[in-house]
């Protein structure tokens, strides 16, 4: 059994974890939007097909729904780390470390909506009108 | 409670009572505020948040007085009572000035007042910053209403669209809004550095990072959006300032400018501003609901999640204003599902709040009236949110009432309402005594009943059609009675906000001071006794909890008996105590600067700079500029770096701590780093607009317009590459010889200022005025140029000081912080120099 008064040093915690999710959604929507907008008006025109822009905007949720969910069991698996369960407020290492690994977890799925959501335009919208 | 192993405990036995008050003494002494003429000179938080969140309040009136007037304008149809021009200087200042003078300052004045005793700290790490920022605020404020009363004002509404500000516009009106603004939105970044900095390096021993108030996970994200959010807006004012004062075409389409990039800028600022404004107040909330449910918050990682998303999606949502320009459906479509995502984390956080209402037994006292009022009118504004959000809804209530009444929701709801309930549940942190529970309850009904009487028939008459910012309606439209009953409305919540103003201001003299901790919260800001001390905490606690007034024991006894850290100033110096961000372990005693007339001389200068440049004055502008610089400078010299008498201080509990730190463990780093990430997106915007003519314009770069020379910007890129190096050498050579640092730095400045007069050669013979390319080669140029130049000036200032032993091999803050500035010149440049040569041209 782990002590839970025991936990990873300090050194090896980052609060950048926190953002990589809900980075991923913005470059997720700014290269859906340069690549709509850089389409609808240098390869075709306003009346034209979205055609490959739609692949190139799947290709991009794909990345982006990977890194996202590879986020997300990195925070998992620190929330579970241990023996401590929520609500995480404890004064030991342990509980931060779990702490910080829910609050990833649960802004990659909030990060993962959103891009669904931004990802869903292409699938009902196949021109640039 | 469970905590670490090793935690450490306050004091077992007291110090004896002669000791004790012999070190309140000499901590009063050290933290004295000046008094007579002198107390304007004070830069502790206690004084400098009162004064920032007193003005920001009188801003609020004034805008609220600007709103009255234009009710009474609209209350009848084909009303005379002010004529076009002077409405729409009305309207244009009522929404500048709540957005930029009360709503984005009054948080950021209220957190410099109330972090620092939230978080156990004496005062925030760069008192001087916070009030140059206040100074530089008053000032711009100040300029920017006063063009009221010389019928001088900005009429362009908030948002200051071109072309209507650039060709339409006769007089100073743009000008003021453009440079006092601007002057304003620099004062909101240094702030946001002060207040990231607080959060993450200023807590209380073993605060750690799950343990920190809800407030201060919100004022962290704000600042962040804060850092990002303002500098599109002042690239942006840039480009209009520039385009009015020396005819650069960035905005006129017949020399392929593009008004659209404005919009974008604007935008990309006033989106996340929305939330900037929002989330504050909801950070309040968070503090007063478990006060009042007497029970700590459901769902804190829910809550935190909400917090950083929010920040994060709501970058994402600036298109959603520009649904009627005309861009692709396509656009439009990715940032109406963006919108709709935002719903989710706003919800989350308003469902936690509602569960710990729910689990504690709620005692419903003023504050949380005006907390549960705000919730019910927030939550109408974002519905009709959702609703504007989607684009068919969109382009039928576009630029209508119904937007008024729907933003007025949000705002007022989201904003107002929590900041005058925290104003009644925080007043007795101020002056100790409470604020009135009848006036209250007064107060609120009043606002509460108003604000709906005035806002929701709003949504009538703009379904009904009736546009924005027109200053009279014809009769036959039928929208009399509505906009009457808005008027009667308006009156209403301006009599609500007047009981608060005489709650404020009646006499409390015969009032008994409120007790200590007066609504039994947990947190650690009630821990001020009542009237409260200038040094902010008797001792800094050693934090085990969310709530550590609820869950340690003795704990008020032993901060107050001085049994934690710093309970004493024996060199009569103001200190508080830097931590580690994540677990908040201590790694240095910081001194921080006492009273100072500098940073006031410092704003009074830079004023002169905007306001002079304003009346087109340029040559006592380039003095006031000088002298703001040289001001600065001495601050500087003075004030940072200073090397301690000795290395190393106990500061109780067995702890001894050095005195100086540089590099990531120092604050000043992390200051450095902050504001320059800031300057970095606003470097970024204007590559954003490079780019955006190029999509936008087909004549951006054609086969006739004249080529850039290449030999200046290698040769200025080159030069700015070896400055870098050169100056990272000399922070390396500075550990180990004096010489090798005099070598480097000698190199460093030889090479930067070659670098800066090529960068300024670089555009050639190019004619800024003929299209809006060479315009942006001017600007990106010029832009590059003036960071090199003052990093030449940062190198010089490190020779000066290792000259005049300020700074040696073991004392390097100045060093190492000018390294790490000139990264991002670096970054600056390549970007720059890869851009224009290799784009579009290279494609």
Known sequence: MIDDTQGPEEET??????TVAPAAWVAHLLASYATVAVWCAKVTDRDGALGDARWMVAAYTAVALALIGWVAVHGFRRHRFGEGVR????????DRHRFLGFATFLLAGVSAVATVYVSLVVVFIGSCQ | MKTAKGDVEP???PFSEALQEAQKQRLRAAWKTPTGWRYWSAVNNTEVGVWYTATAFGFFLFGGLLALVMRVQLAVPDNTLLDANTYDQFFTLHGSVMMFLFAVPVFEAFSIMVLPEMLGARDLPFPRLSSYGFWCYLIGGVFVCGSLFFGQAPMGGWFMYPPLTTQYTEGYGVD???LGLSFIEVASIAAAVELIVGVLKCRPPGMRINLIPLYSWYILVVAAMILFAFPPLIAGDILLEVERAFDWPFFDPERGGDPLLWQHLFWIFGHPEVYIVFLPSIALVAMIVPTFAKTPMVGYGWVVLAAVGTGFLSFGLWIHHMFTTGLPGVSLALFSAASEAIA????????CFIATLLVGRVKMKVPMLFVLGGFST??????????????PFDLQAHDSYFVVGHLHSVLIGGTIFPIIGAAYYFFPLIGGKHLSEKLGRLSFWLMFVGFNVTFVPMHLTGLLGMPRRVFTYPEELGLGALNMASTVGAFILGLGVLVFVIDVFRPKKNQPYAKRNPWGAGTLEWLAPMPDEAWGVRSIPEIDSRYPLWDQPNFVRDVDEGRFYLPDAEEGLRETLVTSPVDAQPIQCLRVAGPTWLAMIAAIFTGGLFIFSTFHMYTPALISGALAFVTVVRWLWTGTAVIPEKKEKHVGLGLTLPLYRSGPKSVGWWGMLIMMLGDMTAFLALIFGYFFYWTADTDFVTADTPALDTLWPAVGAAAIVGSWLATYAAKRLNRRTAAGFYGAIAVALGLG???SWALLRAPGALDPTAHVYPAMVWLLFGWSALHAIVGVIMQLYCLARRIARR??????IDIVNVTLYWHFVLVTVVITTAVLLGFPRLL
């Open chain 2, 176 to 178: 003021i809004w453009l």
């Open chain 2, 378 to 391: 927030f939550i109408i504004g974002g519905l009709t949110g959702v609703m504007v959000a989607l684009v």
């Open chain 1, 13 to 18: 915690e980052s609060l950048w974890w926190l």
């Open chain 2, 344 to 351: 989710i984390p706003t919800g989350v956080q308003l469902f």
């Open chain 2, 807 to 812: 700074m040696d091999g073991e004392h390097d």
């Open chain 2, 11 to 13: 004091l077992e036995e």
């Open chain 2, 753 to 755: 200022a070659l670098g």
């Open chain 1, 87 to 94: 609500p995480h407020e404890l004064d030991t290492p342990g």
